[in-house]
């Protein structure tokens, strides 16, 4: 089992940057494959990042064209913590982020690939 944490969400103006953290607790941290998701009132969950474990050592990331630039998504194995900061927030970002923890999949831009979710946290753009 893995538990993840987010914090970090909050109402901030466009433009204006802020940084999520995900804590996890269980299994081992640093084989998992971490990643970003969000989900607006009415809409479905989407992709924003992802950082797992590479063959050619360290690890890779990927992320949504919409947030590409903008968005860095980063891991601390010490502290079994991955990190969202979002910088230049529009309106659009606004939505329940949630972070999750890949065992099987990995890389991969689509929830039904991970394996444990956090219970989100609300990030609000205001124009």
């Known amino acids: 089992q893995v538990q993840l944490v987010e914090s970090g969400g909050g109402l901030v103006q466009a433009g204006g940057s802020l940084r999520l953290s995900c804590a996890a607790s269980?299994?081992?941290?640093?084989?998992?494959?971490m990643g970003w998701f969000r989900q607006a009132p009415g809409k479905e969950r989407d992709f924003v990042a992802t950082i797992s474990w590479s063959a050619y050592g360290g690890y890779s990331t990927g992320y949504a064209d919409s947030v590409k630039g903008r968005f860095t998504i980063s891991r601390d194995n010490a502290k079994n913590t991955v990190y969202l900061q979002m910088n230049s927030l529009k309106t659009e970002d606004t939505a329940v982020y949630y972070c999750a923890a890949a065992f099987r999949v990995f890389n991969s831009g689509y929830p039904r690939d991970y394996d444990y979710w956090g219970q989100g946290t609300q990030v609000t753009v205001s124009s």
């Open positions: 269980g299994r081992t941290f640093s084989s998992a494959g």
